[in-house]
């Protein structure tokens, strides 16, 4: 339970910082490829470059190369419906992906089996998450508010996040398993994977696209690598639940989102004057009784 708690309130703070890079003039994209160069760099190190070379043949290690390929336009992506929509709808999209993992582990997964009282926590988690998450945000908000009548923006970006975030919480959760990895080194070195793969990726873009050639400010420098240290710290948590938590992996993946969406409307009303409504208040409600569900022995 500690590590499902650290990775919910790590993930909240990762949202609450994209919410602020606007306010401090903070560039998103060249702020998300240096998070993952810090974020990989970190968890190499604390794993052991000797341990991560070792495991680099592993098929964890090639199933979080393909993901790395994903991760840098899908973190542009999440920062870029954050600060559009606010945290509540990014929240709705990032956390409703939870179907998709879900399903397949029920489905092929022989040690998870389909249980009632989860099949009424997922019935129950579609309304908790998009009333928790809808529109209880300032309605002054400038940076949200002129965002407001672009189509383009309302419908592509969360469904954009939607399937990405699914398919990267499926990855994770696969490979997750003992047969996989059975020490934090293992689950850091496979951290470290898409990470560096993302990494990568934007220096190679800032090589070779002439468009993308970087602007930094210390704003910047210092976003990526505040934004690097707590994507570390949850995707680690994130494993380290999978791992620790007597509960089914079908489980984990709603129970972890969930709480984000708790987490994440109340760090909106605390710290950005997003105002919670009658149908807000309800999802959290409705929300709290499935991670109930969710984390009642099978």
Not at 75 to 97: N, P, R
Not at 235 to 262: K, T, W
Request: include cysteine.
């Amino acid at each position: 339970m500690i590590a499902l708690g650290l990775s919910i309130l790590v993930s909240t703070l990762l949202f609450s910082c994209f919410r602020l890079f606007p306010k401090y003039n903070v560039r998103l994209e060249e702020a998300v490829v240096l998070n993952y160069i810090v974020a990989g760099s970190i968890a190499v190190t604390i794993a052991g470059p000797s341990h991560a070379a070792v495991r680099i043949a592993e098929p964890s290690s090639l199933a979080g190369a393909v993901m790395g390929l994903a991760f840098l336009y899908m973190f542009k992506k999440i920062g870029e419906c954050t600060q559009h929509l606010g945290m509540g709808v990014v929240a709705i999209a990032t956390k409703m992906s939870m179907v998709l993992p879900m399903s397949v582990f029920i489905l092929l997964d022989p040690a998870d089996p389909f249980t009632w009282p989860k099949a009424a926590a997922v019935l129950l988690a579609f309304p908790a998450v998009w009333l928790a998450s809808s529109p209880g945000r300032s309605a002054d908000d400038p940076v949200i508010a002129a965002q407001d009548d672009r189509l383009d923006v309302t419908w592509t970006l969360p469904a954009i996040v939607f399937f990405g975030s699914g398919l990267i919480d499926l990855g994770f959760g696969w490979f997750s398993s003992e047969a996989h990895m059975s020490s934090d080194a293992d689950r850091l070195t496979f951290a470290a994977v898409p990470f560096t793969v993302a990494a990568l990726i934007g220096l190679l873009r800032w090589a070779f696209v002439p468009s993308a050639k970087p602007v930094f400010s210390r704003a910047t420098v210092l976003g990526g690598v505040i934004l690097g240290v707590i994507n570390v710290g949850s995707l680690f948590f994130l494993l380290s639940a999978y791992e620790s938590m007597p509960s089914p992996r079908s489980a984990i993946v709603p129970s972890n989102n969930l709480g984000i969406v708790l987490a994440t409307a109340l760090a909106g009303i605390a710290f950005f004057k997003e105002r919670p409504d009658g149908r807000n208040i309800l999802g959290w409600g409705l929300a709290t009784t499935a991670l109930v569900l969710l984390l009642l022995p099978d």
